[in-house]
């Protein structure tokens, strides 16, 4: 089997060097481990993705800044009846957040959401009363790595819709309460492969600051969950990301519930070098998934 194992073209703005480089290291992982597999970018145009059985979708990283060219890549995929892990589909739905309002709708717990569309005005006043809270957070839809997120307050307010009135041209965005457990207890990442919980971590702030990615000074440290949030992560994952490789859960507990943020299926770090044997984790799952595919493709009637 011919893997590809999908990746962005380097720019230096994503590499991160207070953080293990678990691209490169997972790549040369599997392929000491004997698998036919190689770092292919996402955008090239001269991919022959026919001739691959496979697709590993590791760390399309720009993939938000792309976002038509990379839902016309994961259409040609699908036209190609090529197999992805994670499925292309799960992928495509889990690129634009409005799909926490569908979780919200469902009835999962999850930071309360609500969505400016793109076009509308920039009206910030009502969300304050709507979500009971002295100050929001705002991102777009489509974004990572706190990309073009603000924090918002009644004495910010107006300078923000007004820079938000020329975002919202382009694209929608995301308005949320700020949650202040994010600041005292951290953000929980639940990591799972083939539905089954592995490890977990909690990422925290620097002093003074809400976000947790490394490049803003955020910390990240191993840790033993509690087997109930264990159980109400698991079931976003159980209901959401069927047939997926791998998944993290992401969110925060509060008054003893945990409650999500977002659930990452695309490119997730996934903290493999932060736990033992991790890499061999990662492998083993994959392994596991690929067999469970061969023997489904087996049993089907010809």
Request: proline share 5%; glycine share 6%.
């Amino acid at each position: 089997m011919k893997i590809a194992y999908v990746c962005y073209e380097t720019q230096e703005k994503y590499v991160i060097e207070t953080i293990e480089d678990e691209e490169s290291l997972l790549l040369a992982f599997l392929s000491n481990k004997g698998l036919n597999i190689e770092r292919v970018i996402w955008t090239d145009a001269a991919v022959r993705w026919d001739a691959y059985d496979l697709l590993l979708v590791k760390a399309p990283w720009d993939y938000h800044e792309k976002i038509t060219q990379f839902y016309q890549w994961l259409d040609r995929i699908a036209a190609l009846n090529i197999p992805m892990l994670n499925p292309q589909h799960i992928i495509k739905w889990n690129s634009d957040k409005h799909y926490l309002k569908e979780m919200i709708d469902a009835g999962f717990s999850v930071i309360p959401s609500a969505i400016i569309e793109n076009g509308a005005p920039a009206r910030l006043a009502p969300f304050f009363q709507q979500f009971n809270t002295e100050q929001l957070i705002i991102k777009p839809c489509v974004s990572a790595g706190a990309k073009e997120t603000f924090t918002v307050t009644p004495g910010n307010m107006q300078e923000v819709q007004q820079r938000l009135t020329g975002l919202l041209e382009k694209e929608a965005f995301i308005v949320q309460p700020f949650i202040k457990e994010i600041e005292t207890e951290g953000e929980w990442s639940f990591i799972f492969f083939n539905g089954q919980f592995s490890h977990c971590v909690v990422k925290r702030p620097r002093s003074g600051d809400f976000r947790v990615q490394p490049m803003y000074g955020g910390t990240t440290h191993t840790t033993i969950p509690h087997p109930l949030h264990v159980q109400e992560a698991a079931a976003f994952v159980q209901h959401f990301a069927k047939g997926c490789l791998y998944a993290r859960v992401d969110g925060v507990v509060i008054k003893g519930v945990f409650t999500l943020m977002e659930l990452e299926l695309i490119e997730p770090y996934l903290f493999l070098g932060d736990v033992p044997n991790g890499y061999e984790i990662y492998y083993n799952a994959l392994m596991f998934n690929l067999a469970q595919r061969t023997a489904s493709s087996t049993l089907q009637p010809s």
